[in-house]
């Protein structure tokens, strides 16, 4: 009895047809023998974090321990809430590209800048800040200009083919984006090497021989959940550590077999009595892709599930802020975003009691 | 043509309160907490840490239209307790939890990156 609840409360199982166990059922007053309530101290003695893995701009890490709502609540804010610049508005002077206006202006929008957002504020709204060129503050905003012009190459061979050669500037790249530092910025970010955008291969514009693009562009800062330009991530995951039993020893050619099914790495075939035997090795590469289910003897001894509380982060950063300064970025607005209730409920609260 | 803002999901108007409390008259110790300018991922939170307490009878959270960016959460508790203050000692043990979170994850990093010089 106590074998199944314990099953029921910590995992989901993969069926043939669908999943159950899915709802978490741990409320206090569900089990007699569980006491269930809120303790901080019981939640910090089974809370753990481990880092797998973190390397440039990935870094992927487990969560055990915490509740799905908490998990979910982080990748929400890491896509949507963690604040980052991108430019806003783009002054044109002069565009005789093939590229349209308002497709330049949403490309570079696009691209990330490498810009630490925490050293600039929001750009306030109104009538006295009115979004021309002349009103860039150093505070607020970051200025690029692109001034670029597409000439035949005097030097190219004669029966020379290849455009690249023919011309200059053929392409526009991210990286003919000029920094026009404002105020006290030079100082600011000298050691950050200044402002530029992440990449600097990112292809804008083909020009033809005479077309010219000259502009310049203000950068903000904004939330994903304004516009997808302004999310900080390239993608934030989670999934849930699989679990994978074997309910009775499967040896021989079923091994073998029950080995293919899984992906590379899952499940090892080792010699035990002479007999070839199916053992689950690293059930975290699993993929659930329920291949088993198209062997009916196979189908009936694997059972597949996942376990409820033991999350495998994996955050992808487009490179203004490393990815761990992202996920620490995430936890503060959400204690900010908790701090906010907080402070009106108890001036509601106390208002009215 | 007729799309509202994007920025209206998070922005509060002028006049606009972050959260009001509306007492259930048909039951005791229950009430519903209207959230402006917030979505599922404050919600389901704080449904969550709220049925984590033994003294909440129900917790449970909607969003009633999707183009209208609120939630309303209603809260019943025993007589014991009463919908603000659990709603507030909920919160109050998130912005705990957070900071462990946060200290943990420091600590997991410098780890790892302390494994990594080995």
């Given at each position: ?343 009106e409920i108890e001036e509601n609260w106390l208002k009215s009691s | ?20 409390i ?60 009463n919908p603000s203050e659990?709603l507030s ?30």
């Amino acid at each position: 009895m106590s074998r199944i609840t314990e099953e029921i409360r910590k995992k989901v199982i993969l069926k043939e047809h669908g999943l159950i166990n899915v709802n978490s059922t741990d409320f206090p007053g569900n089990y007699s023998e569980y006491d269930d309530s809120w303790n901080f101290k019981t939640f910090k003695k089974n809370f753990t974090i481990e880092v797998t893995s973190y390397n440039g701009d990935d870094v992927e890490f487990d969560m055990v321990g915490v509740d799905p709502s908490i998990a979910n609540a982080i990748r929400r804010i890491l896509i949507a809430e963690v604040p980052t610049m991108a430019a806003e508005k783009i002054f044109l002077y002069n565009n005789t590209s093939l590229v349209q206006d308002e497709v330049l202006a949403h490309r570079l929008g696009l691209i990330p800048i490498r810009a630490d957002p925490r050293l600039f504020e929001y750009r306030p709204e109104g009538q006295d800040r009115p979004e021309v060129e002349q009103n860039a503050n150093s505070g607020d905003t970051i200025e690029f200009a692109l001034k670029i012009k597409c000439k035949r190459n005097p030097k190219a061979a004669k029966d020379c083919t290849d455009p690249d050669e023919l011309y200059i500037n053929r392409n526009v790249y991210s990286k003919h984006l000029k920094w026009l530092p404002i105020g006290e910025q030079p100082k600011l970010f000298e050691k950050h090497g200044g402002i530029r955008p992440v990449h600097e291969d990112i292809l804008i514009a083909k020009l033809g021989v005479g077309q010219e693009i000259e502009l310049k562009m203000h950068c903000v800062k904004g939330v994903g959940k304004d516009h997808a330009k302004w999310s900080p991530v390239a993608t934030a995951t989670y999934r849930m550590l699989p679990e994978i039993t074997l309910l009775r020893p499967i040896m021989g050619e079923q091994a073998h077999r029950l080995q293919k099914c899984f992906a590379p790495g899952v499940i090892e075939v080792v010699e035990e009595n002479g007999e070839p035997t199916a053992k689950v090795v690293n059930p975290r590469l699993d993929t659930a892709n329920r291949e088993i289910f198209r062997h009916d003897d196979l189908k009936e001894i694997v059972k597949m599930g996942r376990v409820r509380n033991h999350f495998l982060f994996s955050v992808e950063s487009t490179g203004c802020l490393p990815p761990q300064e992202l996920v620490t970025e995430a936890l503060l607005v959400l204690k900010n975003k908790c701090r906010v209730l907080i402070r009106e409920i108890e001036e509601n609260w106390l208002k009215s009691s | 043509m007729n799309a509202p803002a994007t920025f209206e999901s998070f922005y509060l108007f002028d006049g606009e309160k972050k959260i009001t409390i509306e007492k259930d008259t048909k039951v005791q110790n229950a009430a519903i907490f209207t959230v402006n300018k917030e979505d599922h991922t404050l919600a389901n939170m704080l449904r969550a840490q709220l049925l984590k307490d033994p003294n909440v009878i129900f917790a449970g959270y909607k969003i009633p239209h999707p183009l209208e960016h609120k939630f309303i959460l209603r809260v019943q508790t025993t007589p014991e307790s009463n919908p603000s203050e659990a709603l507030s000692n909920a919160i109050t043990d998130l912005i705990s939890e957070m900071s462990l979170l946060e200290e943990r994850f420091k600590d997991a990093l410098k780890e790892k990156q302390e494994s990594a010089f080995d």
